[in-house]
DNA sequence: TGAAATGTTGGGGCG
DNA sequence: ACGCCCCAACATTTC
């Protein structure tokens, strides 16, 4: 038996580039590298297809990195973690750390297990540029606004340093019992994913290349681009910073190298909104599942399960909308600027409850991230703390005329609409039947009629929130 | 990291 | 030359 072993867990930290736990492992001399999938446990945070194409791919990514010596498992941490202790002579379990409440219960549960045998169990933070509770206010309580949030956690960051990939031990031991990645079966049984192919690269290797594209390409624009979805000047870094395939050290290190100016400080603020809503999880587990603001408990949702299912189809009859739900649907993923028009007419135009919408999103994004999912949909829905304000109701013509002016985003995902000239392309309604049929488009037929009136539904949407306002009072 | 309603200003047409 | 109206264009307030 294989004397003085050190565990490296691998969780959501699938490289080997600056990831503090691999590098604290390989101080040994006899290395074993895991990975546990465990969410069957999750409930309805269990992974969505679209996350488990990428976790597939970044795993394999990171098995041909380590030689294909990972070895991975497929059931209750705890309990392979206290197997491979029973079978194997192991010194040590070295892991970074990761936020979400289940994660932060069960590694609490595993050190203790483990420090009861005498094994040493280690816990690094490789993933965020400051700990959620080293940021505070003077009380000792947690910010709820990002602005002050932001200003302190820039002042007590510590210097951001990068860690080498580290040397790896020539031998790194496998178990013979461990799984095979085929055997997760992660990937989709029916065959949705070729595109999938073409538009992302999981994995350490394909997240720097992602990183190095951004910089020479997206960077100098991306203060005003970013807003733009046609364009190509936002990062497309979430999948890679949610499973681990790169560190926000790592990108935060490389943009400095690059240049600072104001698209650099734009683009490190969203960086931090990412912290921020690592933070708020932390600090309030129920951001999930609970309005943080109590007084949205009693808001009146519609109970619409057709209206519900158009929007997550992209049949709402708004070409914005529909292009982004259908961008998630085809691509695992929508531009930011989408996600909020797709979330708030989800929430008020249709006063479909917010959670409904954070699970549909949950269920198709491969960057699918709990903290951010969660915080975001209540920042939109104005439950959340330092929320957007309950009279911001995004209007989807307007959105559309202004970020999308030239259609070239709305087009590439409703190709029915692709005839429709500029003027009509977010009103398709208002088009004259001339034009309308010169595009090849027979409204309710090729393209649906809106859902719901915009003017009339903002107006419920205030009436409904004003509601809310008044049982606080 | 809205939008609509309301208010203000200023230029041009016109009697 | 002047007042009046109209209405963009912009600014402010309100939800």
Same mark, same amino acid.
């Given at each position: 038996m294989t004397q003085n072993i050190s565990i490296i867990w691998f969780r959501q =930290? +699938?490289?080997?580039?600056?990831n503090p736990a691999l590098t604290a492992a390989c101080k040994a001399n006899n290395v074993m590298p895991i990975y546990i999938l465990d969410d069957d446990t999750a409930g309805q945070h269990r992974m969505g297809a679209a996350s488990r194409w990428w976790l597939h791919h970044s795993l394999k990514a990171l098995d041909v990195s380590l030689d294909n010596a990972l070895n991975v498992y497929c059931g209750d941490a705890a309990s392979i973690i206290a197997d491979l202790c029973q079978r194997f002579k192991v010194d040590a379990v070295y892991w970074n750390r990761c936020y979400e409440p289940r994660h932060i219960s069960q590694s609490k549960y595993i050190k203790q297990q483990l420090s009861s045998q005498g094994i040493k169990a280690s816990s690094i933070n490789? %993933? +965020? +540029? #400051?700990?959620?509770? %080293?940021? +505070?206010k003077k009380d000792g309580s947690p910010y709820k606004v990002f602005t002050p949030y932001h200003r302190e956690a820039s002042k007590i960051e510590p210097p951001v340093t990068v860690l080498p990939a580290p040397k790896l031990p020539t031998h790194l031991i496998s178990d013979s019992q461990a799984a095979s990645l085929d055997t997760l079966a992660l990937l989709p049984v029916i065959n949705w994913d070729t595109d999938f192919y073409n538009l992302w690269t999981p994995g350490e290797a394909g997240a720097l290349s992602t990183l190095t594209t951004f910089l020479s390409e997206g960077i100098n624009n991306y203060k005003d681009g970013r807003d733009i979805p046609a364009l190509k000047a936002i990062s497309r870094l979430s999948p890679h910073l949610h499973f681990g395939d790169i560190s926000p050290h790592q990108i935060i290190s490389t943009l400095l190298t690059v240049a600072d100016d104001q698209n650099c400080e734009h683009f490190k603020r969203e960086i931090r909104w990412r912290e921020f809503s690592y933070y708020l999880l932390f600090h309030f587990p129920s951001l999930p599942e609970k #309005?943080?603001?109590?007084?949205? =408990?009693q808001f009146p949702w519609e109970n619409n399960p057709a209206w519900l299912m158009k929007w997550q189809k992209g049949l709402t009859g708004y070409p914005l909308v529909d292009a982004g739900m259908r961008e998630l649907w085809q691509t695992g993923s929508m531009h930011n600027r989408v996600r909020m028009v797709t979330a708030s007419f989800l929430i008020k135009n249709l006063l479909i409850d917010w959670r409904l919408g954070a699970q549909w999103f949950w269920d198709c994004l491969v960057d699918a991230d709990l903290a951010s999912n969660s915080a975001s949909w209540q920042w939109v829905a104005g439950s959340g703390t330092d929320a957007s304000p309950y009279f911001r109701v995004f209007n989807p013509i307007i959105q559309g005329e202004k970020f999308d002016p030239h259609g070239d985003y709305t087009r590439r995902y409703l190709p029915e609409l692709s005839d429709l000239p500029d003027k009509y392309l977010f009103k398709p309604w208002e088009a004259p039947a001339a034009i309308l049929e010169q595009a090849n488009i027979t409204l309710g037929q090729t393209y649906p009629m809106p859902i719901v009136q915009i003017k009339e539904s903002r107006q419920r949407a205030l009436e409904a929130y004003s509601l809310t306002k008044e049982l606080k009072s």
């Open positions: =930290d +699938l490289r080997l580039g600056h490789g %993933s +965020l +540029l #400051n700990e959620p509770w %080293s940021v +505070l #309005n943080f603001k109590a007084t949205f =408990d």
